[in-house]
């Protein structure tokens, strides 16, 4: 399909299964997928309509416009695949689901949208990889509200977002790896808080450095910054063979520091596993937590200050 041409009118027509491709050029539109089809597009750029010309989906409510609205109403949309395409400038989230299974996003970009760069709710067996998110308004990549999460997020790069590089939130299982992170409020956060909880991820052999961007809270949101890998309440994660170096802003923050756990009201750190990691000129510390992690374990990092002993001595160290 050229530029200018409808695509959600050829979404509307697919049949389940279907593929649509789109020309290299920008398109106008503001799409809403509800069946299992595949966008495939080759140096594709979606931006916004103007307000007024705003298309009536899911997603677009009061001034907020959204990129891409994945959602199946009272059944859970599968099998949703993006490729190629960059999403850029919506006063929304760049890419959004609401219940779906199987989502597929590769190669694709989501450059300074208001919201996420992309966002799964309520969803399970994501599959993110090779995907840039650059000064999204809040986190690069979302999964949130989702027990059965079963992701895969990897070979991605998460660069200079107004809040977290990846953000798992009240969701549970799968593998965030290989991924850079940069320049972001917080590197990756683990977070179990309404209801909760959050773990049973791997996170292994990320970059995670120089998170030191300033998110400077709200009503509703602490403020934020120089923290590269927070468990904040998240219980079962594995934190290995990461590179956090460099996460130590100065500017007010309720944590700081390379790699850390951190309760959240009533909910603790519990069963997590530092291991393998190599921190470096983190503050206040490479590795540290505020004291109410349970059970959690340290083996064989390589990091230079830490306020749980023995960590950065190259032995193993437990804390219960």
């Known amino acids: ?42 140096k594709s750029i979606l931006v916004p309509p103007k307000p007024e010309n705003k298309p009536s989906t899911a997603c677009n409510t009061g001034k907020s416009i959204s990129g891409i609205c994945i959602h199946g109403g009272q059944n859970p949309v599968q099998n949703v695949h993006l490729f190629g395409l960059t999403v850029q400038n919506y006063p929304g989230f760049g890419v959004v689901q ?8 590769q190669d694709n970009r989501f450059v300074s ?25 809040e986190a690069g990549f979302y999964f949130g509200d989702s027990p059965e999460a079963n992701i ?26 290989y991924n850079t992170i940069s320049g972001n409020c917080v590197g990756i956060l683990v977070l179990a808080d309404s209801p909760g909880p959050a773990g049973d ?4 052999q990320n970059d995670v450095s120089q998170n030191n961007k300033e998110c400077a809270g709200s009503d509703e949101d602490p403020p934020l910054s120089g923290v590269g890998i927070a468990l904040a309440g998240a219980d079962h994660v594995l934190v290995n063979v990461n590179t956090v170096n460099d996460n130590n802003s100065t500017k007010p923050s309720i944590v700081t520091g390379g790699i850390v756990q951190l309760s959240v009201g009533p ?28 059970n959690s374990s340290y083996r064989g990092n390589v990091c230079d200050v830490s306020n749980v002993s023995g960590v950065c001595a190259h032995t193993t160290a437990s804390k219960t």
Do not use: C, W
């Not at 009118?9 to 789109?22: F, T």
């Not at 991820?201 to 292994?204: K, R």
């Not at 909910?267 to 291991?275: E, R």
């Open 1 to 42: 399909m050229p530029p200018g041409g409808n695509i959600q009118a050829a979404i509307d027509a697919a049949n389940p299964g279907d593929e649509i491709r789109l020309n290299t050029g920008v398109y106008v539109a503001s799409l809403e997928i509800t069946k299992s089809i595949t966008i495939r597009g080759h």
């Open 152 to 177: 895969k997020v990897k070979n991605n790069v998460a660069v200079r977002n107004e809040g977290m590089g990846i953000f798992l939130r009240d969701s549970r299982g799968g593998t965030v790896a």
């Open 201 to 204: 991820y791997s996170l292994t």
């Open 267 to 294: 909910t603790p750190p519990s069963d997590n596993k530092i291991n393998n990691n190599t921190a470096h000129r983190n503050a206040p510390y490479d590795i540290g937590t505020d004291g109410s992690d349970q």
């Open 113 to 137: 949208n208001l919201e996420y760069g992309i966002a799964a709710f309520d969803s399970s067996n994501s599959t993110v990889t090779n995907n840039v998110a650059d000064s999204n308004g």
């Open 98 to 105: 609401f219940g779906g299974e199987g989502l597929v996003a």
